[in-house]
Antibody, heavy 121, light 108 residues
Framework: EVQLVESGGGLVQPGRSLRLSCAAS????????MHWVRQAPGKGLEWVSG????????GYADSVKGRFTISRDNAKNSLYLQMNSLRAEDTALYYC??????????????WGQGTMVTVSS | EIVMTQSPATLSVSPGERATLSCRAS??????LAWYQQKPGQAPRLLIY???TRATGIPARFSGSGSGTEFTLTISSLQSEDFAVYYC??????????FGQGTKLEIK
């Protein structure tokens, strides 16, 4: 079964850090580009970051650039999002997702169920 | 950054009728446009990519059209399970991959 499982979310104080993980199974992970997408409570979808299969192409939304770092470990079938200097506006459900046909510049066809990050004092 | 604008914000339609959702890009995205469906408490589901290609397992009642800056998602005969929020997304000018603000399709 093709599956993405996010973990690492939780309650964190403003200015602190958190690292999210996304474990992939059921497909050849290193054939696919990956993305993080977030959704604040009651709001729409916001793309956060994406990474190509070999980490050669990486992109970030302006809202997180310089604070968040995306990475992957193909040997572990895992995607990561290191989030530093967290702000209240980073509070959201964070999804990981794959790009169809493995291309980073494409639609997102497989999604996890998300991990919730709450930034509050 | 390309801004995606969806209309209307809420659409009320009766089961069995046709629904037409619109998405406009602030500049051309060619055909690099996707549509997603999201139900409460669930992750988004890809419906359409390349503006008009249905994703695997998506029923034929869902169709997408358009190119450049104007796009449409049509649901030909609404079923009860189709009432949800729909998002368009451009991936032509990546990064970023920007989403529209969503259209809520509700039962009339």
């Amino acid at each position: 079964e093709v599956q993405l499982v996010e973990s690492g979310g939780g309650l964190v104080q403003p200015g602190r850090s958190l690292r999210l993980s996304c474990a992939a199974s059921g497909f050849t992970f290193d054939d696919y580009a990956m993305h993080w997408v977030r959704q604040a409570p009651g709001k729409g979808l916001e793309w956060v970051s994406g990474i190509s299969w070999n980490s050669g192409s990486i992109g970030y939304a302006d809202s997180v650039k310089g604070r968040f770092t995306i990475s992957r470990d193909n040997a572990k079938n895992s995607l990561y999002l290191q989030m530093n200097s967290l702000r209240a506006e980073d509070t959201a459900l964070y999804y990981c997702a794959t790009s169809i046909f493995g291309v980073v510049r494409n639609a997102f066809d497989i999604w996890g169920q998300g991990t919730m990050v709450t930034v509050s004092s | 950054e390309i801004v995606m604008t969806q209309s209307p914000a809420t659409l009320s339609v009766s089961p069995g009728e046709r629904a037409t959702l619109s998405c406009r890009a602030s500049q051309s995205v060619s055909s690099n446009l996707a549509w997603y469906q999201q139900k409460p408490g669930q992750a988004p589901r890809l419906l359409i990519y390349g503006a008009s290609t249905r994703a695997t397992g998506i029923p034929a009642r869902f169709s997408g059209s358009g190119s450049g800056t104007e796009f449409t998602l049509t649901i030909s005969s609404l079923q009860s399970e189709d009432f949800a929020v729909y998002y368009c997304q451009q991936y032509n000018n990546w990064p970023p991959a920007t989403f529209g603000q969503g259209t809520k399709l509700e039962i009339k």
